[in-house]
């Protein structure tokens, strides 16, 4: 049953994330196209993140010295990696008005791509561990 609410709910939000991005005709539909792009990479991007935590965890659980240095580097190297996005997509979209909606939009944009690609990369980690 929890499996199946669990699909309905992930099924549910990926429908609704390609809905909204779906004959985009307003500024205001692109804007929350690209809302809800960057939440999805985010989410994707935590997801891998747990995993490759709980991956270490599990596979150095008998040597707690190496698992704690190990999630240790895990963890600073994500707050510098999302210190880095974030400047990165100011960056690209520092010529752009930052009270409008297309520089928000930009940014939501950077984010969602940088996220996805990080998240992959978490993933290949994962699987090289």
């Known amino acids: ?6 699909i309905i ?12 991005c779906r004959n985009i005709t307003t500024s205001e539909q692109v804007a929350l196209c690209s809302e809800s792009k960057k939440d999805s990479a985010d989410k994707y991007l935590n997801e891998q993140y747990s995993m490759l935590i709980s991956k270490v965890n599990s596979v150095y659980m008998n040597d707690e010295s190496l698992k704690q240095e190990f999630v240790s580097n895990i963890k600073t190297s994500q707050r510098d990696w999302i ?4 400047s990165n997509c100011k960056l690209y979209s520092f010529q752009i008005d930052n009270k409008s909606s297309a520089y928000q939009t930009t940014v939501n944009e950077c ?10 990369e978490l993933a290949e980690l994962s699987g090289d561990i």
């Open 1 to 6: 049953m929890k499996r199946a609410l669990a």
């Open 9 to 20: 709910l992930l099924y549910s939000s990926f429908s609704y994330s390609t809905d909204i």
């Open 83 to 86: 210190k880095f996005r974030d």
């Open 111 to 120: 984010v969602a791509k940088m996220s996805k690609t990080r998240g992959k």
